[in-house]
């Protein structure tokens, strides 16, 4: 079973709301990561967690704040986002960060919208 | 730094035919690996492809397989008997053999059409 889950689906915020986005995996996946995709363009990195330990930040702005509980959790905590943050934030994950195993399994993703 | 290219933006078949996808990369790194993924329209990015640039055999997985050029650095994917479930965004990725290379880099993908 190579099943991420993402939730919410969908979101709308306003430039002062604070969310948080979740995913989870089961599958005893030890490096988990954040990216974000825009409309016809490729995913672009920007968080990566191994073994619940932030291993890269891919430059992005504090207004993104990842945080990993476990390893099976992965959250995207959101505030003060700009209408230029609106996309499909797409979560993953490896079984470990070297070698094949570091093939990387994504969830359906979250389609994010800020108002 | 590594860079993919996937040359063609849209590329469309007829259902039940054969249809290839390019991908070209280029690195200075003699060990690293491939993928290509796809992304329908229901936007999750699903794995369909694997190849470790170690191994000369190209990867198949039933009607998908690679050509995998090294020299050429050249990895392209063909669609066997093309499903209507086939069309999706198609991006290739290398990821780096190295430690402490996690990141995927991402040609620009293909969007592929299936035509009934």
């Known amino acids: 079973d190579t099943e991420v889950t993402q939730t919410p689906k969908h979101l709308v915020m306003g430039m002062t709301n604070k969310k948080s986005l979740k995913c989870e995996q089961h599958?005893?996946?030890?490096?988990m990561y954040w990216y974000k995709q825009k409309a016809k363009k490729p995913p672009e990195l920007m968080f990566v967690?191994?073994?619940?330990?932030?291993?890269i930040n891919e430059s992005v702005p504090s207004r993104f704040s990842p945080e990993c509980p476990n390893s099976s959790l992965l959250n995207l905590h959101l505030h003060a986002l700009q209408p230029e943050d609106s996309a499909l934030y797409l979560c993953a994950s490896s079984l470990s960060i070297s070698g094949i195993q570091e093939t990387q399994y994504f969830g359906p993703g979250t389609r994010l919208l800020v108002l | 730094a590594q860079t993919v290219t996937q040359s063609q933006p849209e590329m469309s078949v007829q259902e039940a035919e054969t249809v290839t996808l390019s991908c070209t990369y280029d690195?200075?790194?003699?060990?690293?690996?491939l993928f290509w993924y796809k992304q329908p329209p229901s936007r999750q990015m699903i794995l369909v492809i694997r190849?470790?640039?170690?191994?000369?055999q190209n990867a198949t997985e039933n009607r998908f397989s690679v050509n995998f050029q090294k020299a050429a650095k050249s990895f392209s994917l063909k669609i066997s008997d093309s499903q209507l479930g086939d069309a999706a965004m198609y991006f290739c990725a290398y990821r780096s053999a190295q430690g402490g290379s996690e990141k995927l880099v991402f040609g620009k993908g293909t969007k592929l059409t299936v035509n009934p």
């Open positions: 690195t200075s790194e003699s060990d690293y690996y």
């Open positions: 599958m005893g996946h030890r490096a």
């Open positions: 967690y191994s073994y619940e330990k932030l291993s």
């Open positions: 190849q470790e640039a170690y191994k000369q």
